[in-house]
């Protein structure tokens, strides 16, 4: 008899459930929910424009409904009966924390705070904490610079302390009355569980460890005393936090009756430790050691394990490196380039000021060109850089434009600035002692574009495969829901057989590859001269005079590529 | 009673001819003609993209039409007669050397190299001489860099000698059978004095000086044992040049009696000495000390005298430095930026794929925007550099693009960098010892584009004006016949009675100015770590750390800026 897991994920403006086979990953049933409140499900403020919220009355309200679409889907069209399903696995948005009183209800369903957005869940995307970020950043480099060297040198305002810590600065009425903030990973799975104390929340090392500085090495959460430097009302906090965090592969807790009975599904189902969405997209596509999981949208999000037998270092630039938060046994390493797939559609619609069908028919023009024919190169950093100069104020820039240079030709140089931006981040892990052997990419540019592929195949010389499901955290995270039902001993055999990747599989070309290899010297000075501004990035040792930088024969080295390439 | 004079300029396309009242230069008469052979007056090759050629017949023949046609508008409109001219002038483009025999007729009316486009006049564009100039700029560095010197560092494909010395080297039976190379602009006035020996052919000091290294300095042209050591060949044809050559005060001869019964002109009219368009172009602008003349068209050329009797030392990058070649008594200073209409229709033609009306909606668009408030920052260099950096292997660059920047922003940008190229001159020129207190433009962008002049107005930190007339070169070339034919003792109160802008000036408004002196010291910071190719340019003394360059703090330093400009 077939067994099923339940995945549940939370993304930014909707949530989403998918049932699927145990066996084999066969994705059964699927329901996507958008949150009804604010903007796309999103509370705004109109004057402060870094201020993102969320409802946790909505997420409830969605979780009800989207889990009996999918289970209702899945009995109609499989025959899949909610009593075969063995477990639930949860992925959510992070670092989003949610200010609870003491019996875990979130501050915002109190009738006094029913209007105050601080007592609501601060999406990932609130930048409210921007001073308080750089603050801890100031005073982590001064008093413990160990903390920041496994979150890439830099704490962001997007992050759980930062976010705390401002809700103490502008609202302490509201920060004294709450009881504890849980990440919005924790509190799902606690809602499923009937947790009703925020000190039984089973903590997931994925947020804990990426957003919050929890370490094992020193002691879990950072210290009393360090938080204490902050501010010594955050200290207090602390004592309510667990000591220890764990990865997907331990139980958060039993379904209760209450969801058992909405949902038709057995009574005490098993429901794993929560986890981040792109974390569990990276088991939803088939993370191992050796392969990158790439997940490009706007942005991308590049997950990496490694065997935690082996010492990984810190990585300098790389935004997060944490035992377990991925996989268990395993390093979890995070990175990501801030812009994407957001640079092709700023260049299509601002500039070009077209719309889909313009990107189509560039794509194809692109594609027609000879690699390096056009003697453009160009940084990929329109919306900064995170991995690996972690600076938000770097921009973009191109170099090599003739008077016969057409946009075909700019088009397909920034595709190929973002492979040599990813090229970057590849290059540094495998520096550290990480090989990277393939590449998986998840997401709507990689099984729409086969151009953008080609050209991260050549770029990287690696090959490139695209996951063969098109909801890999969601799958992810029933993977954890099957690992939590005992259908599998260990979360390896679970992701090799319910994990895959589509038949197409993008090869580098070598006269390609030669070529990039070459441009990608060009790109690397450039990077290397205006990136070096964070303080801690590219590893440049000669001194050299000014007028004689690499940068003064840039533009002739192009040009002497981009006519071998055109005669090629 | 009135007396007139007669300007013909030969452009590369057309030759004009125009009937100017010798009094206050009020434009009574004319007329343009195209050239009818080959391809917009061009004979091209279909296999060598570097060949450009012209039919010295045709200059003859469009010679009669269009100076009967501007005399005959002349008496029509204003009642001016063939017999109240007093002189004429000429200038022409080049270096356009036209190889001729013994009876000073060009090689290509001889029935047996009538089809041998090299017995045709070699256009000024023609690049087949590539070559021999990169041998003549390295024979010369050698053993007589004081030549380089006078011409910004580097002997162009463009120039005489490099014509003459490509002949020899791929046609050497026509290099044999030719007597003499004459430049057209001294060519036309000896066909209107018929000079029948290429000896007495007087030769302008303007192309002498500016394209074939000649300088009294030095005994005129380059010596016997310096061609010599390019090829003996070339030794031998010197001695059949002139020693001296002359500035535009001075006459080449006397009409003909045909050519003055041709067209109804007295007999024996003296006609001037020629130059080239631009020079002339600078006259008919108002050339004097203090102003720089700028020619704005897909490029631009920037002519300044100083007098004579100060010592201009040789200016690194600047292309030519001629004694008497503008005006008599004046050292005549050219310079020029490689591409600036042509990056503006570049951009909106390939890359925004509009056309007129697009340029149009954009400059306005542009208008509306604070001065720097985009970030962007670009460098000119998309038909290389010619002043001062004579490197045309540079290309574009643009930087500070981020997720929000529009293509009005671009285009802005682009103007701006033109006008820091031309600011970059302009701080060359004066860095040297010859101030420019005010700008005269003559072109149609500087006509139209009412942003362009604003802009520049303010990155040059100097008023802007337009020339009166719009056909500044036949102008100047009259005002070189009023002078021949004696209606100025001197060719100062000439231009002074001659010449005038238009009301409309455009002047620095400070706040701008003080925006963009930011702004240019970033472009500078670019310009010095890009051009510092050739070897030969920019001055920056200092060492530094590959890292620490001025360039790593580049990016910020724009956002910066561009916080500013926004909120100001």
């Excluded at 329901?31 to 009804?36: I, Q």
């Excluded at 039993?254 to 430790?273: Q, S």
């Excluded at 993977?479 to 055999?493: N, Q, R, S, T």
Aim: glycine share 10%.
């Amino acid at each position: 008899m077939a067994t099923y897991t339940l995945g549940i994920d939370y993304g930014t403006n909707s949530v989403r459930a998918l049932v699927v086979n145990t066996a084999n990953g066969q994705e059964v049933g699927v329901a996507v929910v958008n949150y009804p409140g604010g903007t796309d499900g999103i509370l705004l403020h109109s004057k402060d424009h870094n201020l993102a919220r969320q409802s946790p009355a909505d997420y409830v309200a969605c979780l009800e409904r989207v889990v009996k679409a999918a289970l209702s889907q899945a009995r109609r069209q499989f025959g899949a009966h909610g009593n075969e399903v063995i477990g639930i696995g949860v992925d959510t948005t992070g670092s989003t924390p949610i200010p609870v009183d003491a019996q875990n209800q979130p501050m915002c369903l109190h009738p006094e705070y029913k209007k105050n957005l601080n007592a609501y869940a601060w999406l990932w995307k609130d930048h409210t904490a921007f001073e308080e970020a750089a603050r801890i950043t100031e005073q982590a480099k001064k008093s413990r610079p160990h903390f920041l060297a496994k979150c890439g040198g830099v704490y962001s305002s997007e992050w759980y302390w930062a976010k705390l810590w401002h809700c103490l600065n502008v609202d302490r009425g509201l920060f004294e009355a709450t009881y504890a903030w849980i990440e919005l990973e924790d509190y799902i799975p606690a809602v499923l569980c009937g947790v009703s104390r925020p000190e039984d929340v089973v903590r997931g090392v994925c947020a804990a460890g990426h957003k919050a500085m929890f370490n094992r090495h020193w002691g879990g959460m950072p210290d009393a005393e360090f938080l204490a430097s902050l501010d010594p009302r955050l200290e207090r906090l602390r004592a309510r936090m667990p000591s220890e965090s764990f990865s997907i592969d331990h139980q958060a807790g039993r379904l209760t009756k209450a969801w058992a009975a909405t949902w038709g599904l057995p009574e005490g189902l098993p429901v794993a430790v929560g986890a981040f969405d792109a974390h569990l997209g990276a088991v939803g596509a088939g993370i191992k050691t050796g392969t990158l999981v790439k997940i490009v949208g706007t942005s991308t999000c590049d997950i990496m394990v490694a065997k935690n037998t082996m010492q990984v270092p810190d990585i300098p630039g790389v935004c997060g490196i944490v035992d377990g938060s991925v996989l268990p046994g395993y390093i979890g390493i995070e990175a990501g380039q801030s812009a994407v797939g957001d640079i092709f559609r700023w260049f299509v619609t601002s500039v070009c000021q077209g719309h889909d069908a313009l990107q189509v028919k560039l794509t194809a023009e692109a594609r027609r060109l000879k690699p390096g024919a056009s003697g453009l190169l160009a940084l990929d950093w329109n919306n900064g850089n995170r991995t690996i100069l972690v600076d938000p104020q770097l921009t973009g820039l191109l170099v090599g434009m003739t008077l016969h240079t057409t946009r075909a030709e700019i088009y397909r140089a920034l595709l190929e600035a973002t492979a040599f931006g990813a090229l970057t981040i590849v290059n540094r892990i495998e520096e550290y002692g990480v090989p990277i052997e393939r590449v998986v990419c998840c997401g709507g540019i990689a099984e729409k574009n086969e151009l953008f592929m080609q050209i991260y195949a050549d770029v990287l010389n690696r090959p490139m495969f695209i996951s063969r499901s098109c909801q890999t955290c969601a799958l992810g995270a029933a993977i954890a829901g099957a690992l939590a039902g005992g259908a599998y001993p260990a979360i390896e055999p679970a992701i090799e057989a319910m994990t895959g990747v589509k038949r197409k599989i993008y090869r580098p070309i070598p006269r390609h590859v030669a070529i990039y290899q070459e441009f990608y010297g060009q790109y690397k000075v450039l990077h290397d001269a205006f990136g070096a501004v964070a303080g801690q990035t590219a590893r440049v040792g000669q001194t050299a005079r000014v007028g004689h930088t690499p940068l003064s024969g840039l533009m002739k080295n192009l040009l002497v590529l981009k006519q071998k390439c055109a005669q090629a």
